[in-house]
């Protein structure tokens, strides 16, 4: 039998659903075509397919790798080492196969979507993946969840209505899909329909334990106020094992409220979310001080300096890591996110932020220092300002706002605007040299200790929602911050004050997508 029909019966034998899974007599035949060619596609990835039954994994990658260097269009290489990476938790690995294959077969529905799925959820490219799931849609229009996750990017890129018609045609095609139940649910929040919202994530609960679904409802609870039931759903629904994975310090059992009834606790608290999330919640450290109890903190690199700068925590060890502990070392750890859920009364009596020592920022921050001060322009108004947040947030664009609604405030030259943000666009670093009264510091920031200093040097400070905020409310410096129609939890519905800062004054949109009013706002907040 010649080398080309060898190889067609190999193909024929893996491609029919009554024989593919035996892979015994398809090694057989993989042998035999390799030992008349030795770079065949398929025998060698009937080879990888017998490593991964037998969970040889790295044996399987080298083979599927070099299928690929032969043949770059053949797309079930791309499909295993897709699903080998998944499964071994390789989450960039998978992204750079899944992007090469889309490169070179983008006719393959599997590879697209799935590559489609990770540009949004995993790398927030969101107009990307929602123009490939469109493709896919067009493709398969009769896979439900094409649908979803196409419904899924257009909530992403802010077009509701649109992400409506997907969720309603996946259900007519799947009427007990969870996924379009979910995103139903996200709808009618994000179009501030809250009732509704809690009814499709219910729904969605009914069919399946949804771990987003759970989340999401203890988000609405805390957004509509409820924090007591919010927050005991927010300790016990959002997802603390990812940050294990990340941070550490699974080897110590979690603290309860229980636990708080022991003495002389030896306590370690794990940054978990955002930094915001951190600033935020630190204030409750001190209610750990005041039970005496033995204090440390891991912190990220970036805030360190920070809260070593904030007096009330001179007796906890602040460090970005604790790897050299054993299992004696603490009795507990915590996540940062959970002291609020610990340490609840009632949002009027919130604890005070903590204090920060201005003379302690400079300290660590001398030469930045320096320069600072030669920048601020004691006959204008020093105005810190940040329009934009982390691209990666779920609802980055919901709560950022385009740079050129901000054209009319930068005209104001009785103020210098310092932009505080970080990863400033090179099209916005074009748009802002326009204004010779704004200076952009985010190449300059290395640390939130510096932020910190920039901020306690301002008159006053305008942000969106992003970790700026908590950091000005922190240092009790004058604040507005811009809110979307359905903010973050934290800030809730109606109040233009938050207990969480006193020095914070919110600006919320009165439609959705809306932000013709801030320039008036403004005006106001700097007059």
């Known amino acids: 039998m010649n080398l080309e029909t060898l190889e067609n019966n190999l193909k024929e034998f893996i491609s029919n659903p009554d024989s593919t899974n035996h892979l015994t007599k398809a090694r057989d035949l993989a042998e035999e ?32 790798k070099k299928i690929l260097e032969n043949d770059k269009s053949f797309e079930e290489a791309y499909l295993q080492l897709s699903m080998i990476y998944e499964h071994e938790k390789m989450k960039e690995e998978r992204f750079l196969i899944l992007e090469k294959g889309y490169q070179y077969c983008p006719e393959c529905y599997m590879i697209a979507f799935d590559y489609a799925c990770m540009l949004m959820h995993d790398y927030a490219d969101v107009y990307k993946a929602k123009d490939i799931l469109s493709d896919c849609v067009h493709k398969l229009p009769q896979m439900p969840n094409n649908w979803a996750q196409l419904g899924i990017a257009y909530i992403a890129t802010q077009e509701p209505e649109m992400a409506k018609e997907c969720f309603i045609t996946c259900m007519h095609l799947d009427k007990e899909n969870a996924l379009a139940h979910l995103g139903l649910g996200v709808y009618f929040f994000e179009t501030s329909q809250f009732k509704k919202a809690k009814e499709f994530y219910k729904k969605t609960l009914e069919k399946e334990d949804n771990f987003f679904a759970n989340f999401n409802l203890s988000l609405l609870e805390l957004l509509q106020g409820n924090y007591n039931k919010g927050l005991e759903l927010y300790e016990k629904h959002r997802d603390k094992e990812k940050f294990l994975v990340k941070y550490g310090g699974d080897g ?18 794990h940054r978990e979310q955002g930094y915001g999330d951190d600033f935020m919640a630190s204030r409750f450290l001190k209610s750990f001080l005041e039970k005496n109890y033995k204090v440390s903190f891991a912190a990220h690199k970036s805030t360190i300096n920070f809260f070593k700068s904030c007096p009330e925590l001179d007796s906890v060890n602040i460090s970005d890591k604790f790897d050299d502990v054993d299992e004696t070392s603490f009795d507990y750890r915590i996540f940062m996110m959970s002291l609020p859920y610990l340490f609840w009364e009632n949002s009027k009596k919130i604890i005070d932020p903590l204090i920060v020592d201005v003379e302690r920022l400079k300290s660590f921050n001398v030469n930045f220092n320096k320069f600072l001060t030669k920048r601020i322009d004691k006959s204008k108004l020093n105005i810190g300002v940040s329009w934009s947040g982390n691209p990666l947030h779920k609802r980055h664009l919901n709560r950022s706002i385009h740079i050129e609604k901000f054209s009319e405030i930068f005209k104001n030259n009785d103020c210098k605007f310092f932009v505080l943000q970080k990863g400033v666009s090179n099209e916005e670093h074009k748009f802002l040299k326009k204004f010779s009264n704004v200076e952009v510091l985010d190449n300059k920031l290395e640390d939130f200790s510096q932020t910190a200093l920039v901020l306690s040097l301002m008159d006053k400070v305008i942000t969106i929602d992003t970790s700026l905020v908590h950091l000005a409310g922190t240092l009790g410096q004058k604040t507005l911050l811009l809110l979307p129609k359905v903010p973050d939890w934290r800030w809730g519905l109606k109040d233009s004050k938050t207990p969480w800062y006193k020095s914070v004054k919110m600006v919320r949109q009165s439609k959705f997508n809306d932000w013709s009013h801030i320039n008036n706002e403004v005006k106001k907040f700097l007059s």
Do not use: R
């Open 33 to 64: 075509i390799l030992n008349k060619k030795k770079d065949s596609s398929y025998a060698n990835y009937v080879l990888a397919l017998d490593d991964i039954e037998f969970c040889n994994y790295d044996d399987a990658i080298e083979k599927l």
């Open 252 to 269: 110590y059992p979690e603290l309860t409220k229980k636990n708080l009834k022991e003495k002389n606790l030896k306590i370690v608290i």
